[in-house]
Every structure is written in C-alpha cells, then in structure tokens.
C-alpha cells in the first residue's frame, strides 16, 4: 500500500511541534481536543510523537459545535472540558470549531497557571508539514522581531489594500505586541507561527477596511469583497454581495454591541502559508492583514480584555502599511532593508 499524503514528512512535523514547539517532558499531560471536522492523521500522528517523548496524551474527540468561542458553550461537555484543561501541562486544539475564547478556555487560563496552550484550529496534514515541519524557526523568530520592534514604536499606522482598503489608527502602548512564533514552551496561550497581533488604541480606528481574502466564521473563502466602515472602532457599514449581507446577519444575531467592535489587527508572514479557507493559515499568508470582530481576549488587551458571545477574522490581502508616515510593507511586500534580507533567506523575494 502507497504511503498517505505527507506521511513521512507529518512524522517530522509532529516530532517539531512536540520536541521543539511544546518541549513537553516526561509524565506530562499532553491533552489534544479535536471535533468532528478535524484531520484524524494529524491527531494521532501527534498524539505518537508525545507518547514517544515520555508525555502522557490524552485525546479528546468531541461533536463539532455550531459555533466558536463562547458560542459554543452549549455544545461543550463543559465541566468535563474545563476540569480537563485545568488539570492539564499542555494542550493543543486541533478542533476545528475552535475553543479558544469559550468559558471552558478562559476558565483554564485563570485556574490553571502552568498550561501551556498553543491554537492550531482546523489543522490539516497539507497545513501542518508547510507551515510546520517545513519553516525555518531561527530566520522566522529574527523576522517577526524585528517587525514587531518597528511596529510597537509607531504612534499612528495607516494600511490600504488594492481592493479598496484604507484606514488609520493609533497604537496603544498599553496593549501588547504579540509576536507569535509557534512556541508553546512558556505557560499561557500561544498561536502558529507567523504572525503579530495586537489591539491598537480602538476608538481610533477610522475609515474603510475591505476583507477580500476570507472570513471566519460565518464565510469561508470569499468569492466578493466585503467592505466595512468603521468609526471610532465600530462598525457602521457592511457593503458588498450576498455574503456581505450573510456576515452582518451574523453579528447581529448575538444583540451584542461589542460583536459591531474591531477586536485587533495583525500582520500575517508564515513563508508556508496559503489562502483555503482555514482561518488558521489564511491569517498567516504572506503579506495580509487580519482583523479580529468582537471578542478582545486577555492576551491582547490584559488583564481581562473585552468579552463578547463570539469572534470573527477577516482577510485583507497584499496590504501596505506606513507607520509614522513610513512605507514598510508595499503590497504585501516587506520594504525595510533588514526584513527583506530575512524574507529572502525565508524563500519570500
């Protein structure tokens, strides 16, 4: 019998994420939560390379809510859930429709101090050996770095996109820069590899912001731009086709004034990554922009954030971004000397 897609080379990957990503050690408890729409390959080939190290995994299959965040609280085993994680050293999330967000997940992170989480949403054996098993951690951490030193020094920052996109705002120098690096080693929530997030100053946040890449949930990949007015950090207006209507359906279904609120921003660069529709990669391709709907969470604006019934991201491709009146990114194409030496030494010019 032929070997699967990727086989061997998912091995390595799980062998990446588990030795080097998580440095689990031995007796830790490994949890790994999947739900129905999640890639089974990838469950167990993780699940294996964790048993290998000395950890002790534990893998829980779950339906797949009908919602995100808190959304799907009444989906969830809740208090089976949240005595999980808080008993646990270490926890993935390859479920699909993510926890990240819920009670369950906010629960673990005040009860629990020593978990380490790391959000890989949707993962699938395609997404996991490109953006995974394939990144070259070292070069990646000096290019995040850099942009996130630039970045968390800008006072004002301006971004436009080829599809209509442009709009202002003010960075917060109380809110924190995250640069995501895929390591989930410290205790605390972590993200794949290859993006920055943060929470700019939100009642400064003006102007037009156009998602022409995906949106998650309710979309998927968009087949039509959506176009949002946004004032003093709130939605005002949502423009576009069918699935434009579809999305401001959707915020309006919660009756929650913070679901109309622009949560964050982030700039995504994992030299893998690719637009499919899985939020958890399209945030990450090359030279977008992201933009985060509703719920602020603790790690973007501490100690609490904002809380909201759900979230929802949004995909702007090939940006530019000026901070302080400076170009950096020209179309999704990163400007600065040193950062376009580490994007050559990433495959990216």
């Known amino acids: 019998m032929l070997p699967g897609l990727y086989q061997y080379e998912l091995s390595k990957a799980a062998l990446i994420l588990t030795q ?43 339906p797949a ?20 994680l808080t008993s646990a050293d270490a926890w993935v999330e390859f479920n699909n429709q993510w926890l990240l967000y819920s009670t369950p997940y906010d629960l673990a992170l005040k009860k629990n101090p020593r978990l380490r989480h790391l959000c890989l949403v949707g993962m699938n054996v395609d997404m996991m050996v490109r953006c995974i098993g394939r990144v070259n951690y070292p070069v990646l951490r000096e290019f995040q770095e850099r942009l996130v030193e630039i970045t968390r020094n800008a006072k004002k920052v301006r971004m436009t996109t080829p599809s209509g996109e442009d709009v202002e705002f003010e960075n917060d120098p109380s809110h924190p820069v995250n640069c995501e690096l895929g390591y989930a080693d410290t205790p605390g929530s972590h993200m794949m ?72 921003v982030c700039y995504g660069f994992n ?70 030496e580490l994007a050559r030494r990433l495959g990216k010019v």
């Open 271 to 340: 030299p893998g990554a690719k637009l499919t529709g899985d939020i958890l990669e399209d945030e990450r391709v090359w030279g977008c922009t992201e933009w985060g709907v509703g719920n602020i969470g603790a790690i973007l604006i501490p100690p609490d954030g904002i809380p909201a019934p759900s979230h929802s991201d949004g995909i702007c491709l090939n940006t530019s971004v000026w901070l302080d009146g400076k170009l950096v990114i020209d179309k999704g194409q990163v400007v600065d000397e040193k950062l376009r």
């Open 193 to 264: 590899a290859g993006q920055v997030a943060w929470s700019p100053k939100l009642d400064s946040i003006n102007g037009v912001i156009v998602f022409d890449g995906s949106v998650v949930p309710p979309v998927g990949l968009l087949r039509e731009p959506i176009r949002l007015t946004v004032e003093k950090g709130k939605i005002v207006k949502v423009e576009g086709g069918k699935e434009a209507v579809e999305f401001e359906s959707w915020l309006r279904s919660f009756n929650h004034p913070q679901m109309f609120q622009m949560a964050h």
């Open 65 to 84: 809510p009908l919602g995100v965040g808190k959304a799907a609280d009444g989906m969830l085993p809740m208090e089976a859930m949240t005595a999980l």
């Open 20 to 62: 080097e990503l998580f440095k689990l050690r031995e007796g830790e408890t490994f949890l790994i939560t999947a739900d129905t729409e999640s890639d089974e390959r990838v469950v167990d080939a993780v699940a294996g390379a964790a048993f290998a190290v000395g950890a002790k995994p534990i893998v829980v299959w779950i």
